[in-house]
């Protein structure tokens, strides 16, 4: 098969295609005719921190975090999939290819109404919110909702899946386009953060739940706008991960601070997330109350042009790689 390498930590030009062998399914892993691959920032630190390696790159420096395609081979104890099941699938790495082989467990049903290619953006957006702003946050129906970078994979998702819930939504974007791109979409509050200063703006909201990859002095500036037992979750600190807080302001309201990886979990923590989305998630889209936000595909030759895009931030929504 041919697939996507990181040949040395660097830019986008250091991502080459290259033939490399088609995994073979492990006993409970099925192996996937990749259609599509989500493109995430994961990938670009993983790329950035790569050390240097030879041409034959062991098959874990092949990117990519999420999958759509065709099973088309079993492992020995896998009974819950079948030859010629059209699935989406969470995976560790290996995304950016013609074949992956995944946990059966980490592999969801197209849901109905979404084509092969857009499924692609589905896992790992679905599974980052479910686990932060479900799980960890403890989003409940009637509570209100904050994701900044509201425009980014996570971000388009998570706030359909809160509208959904039955939750009031508010987001921050950079630029008027985008703002206004939210507020069709349904947002409830959106401000542009280049313009407006949000712990200003919304400092009366008492705010439940917030879901930041900013981190840096967003940090104290999330806790002070927080209600009463508010949460604030981390998956990112693309601004800075070494911040200053008032502890005073999480003792005084009672306030809960966490975040987590998604990428590094257990295998059993990711199929445990997988039911719980196909349960909690999976009927949204059937309702269309959800769905993917596609911006942009390349062919996977073009992973390099993919990758650039996100690091630009123009985009709203995913932007995936497509194999023919």
Known sequence: MQAIHITKSGGPEVLELQDTPTPKPESHQVLIKIKAAGINRSDIITRENTNTYGKNSPTSLIPGL??????????????????GDLVCALIADGGYAEFVAVESSHCLPIPEGINLIDAAAIPETVFTVWFNIFHHG????GEKLL???GTSGIGTMGLQMAKAWGCETY??????DKVAY???MGVDKVINYKKESFENIWKDEKIDVILDMVGGDYTQKNLTILNQKGRLVYINGMNSMDVNINLRTIMAKNLVLTGSF???????????????????IWPMFLSKEIQPVVYKTFPLAQAADAQRLMESSEHIGKILLVND
């Open 66 to 83: 999420e999958v759509s395609g065709e099973v088309i081979e079993l492992g020995a104890a896998v009974t819950d999939k079948k030859v």
């Open 138 to 141: 403890n989003l409940k129906p």
């Open 147 to 149: 994701i900044h970078g």
């Open 171 to 176: 987001a921050t974007a950079g630029t008027d």
């Open 182 to 184: 939210l507020k069709n």
């Open 262 to 280: 998604l990428k590094p979990q257990p295998a059993e923590v990711k199929t445990r997330i997988a039911k719980e989305v196909q349960e909690n």
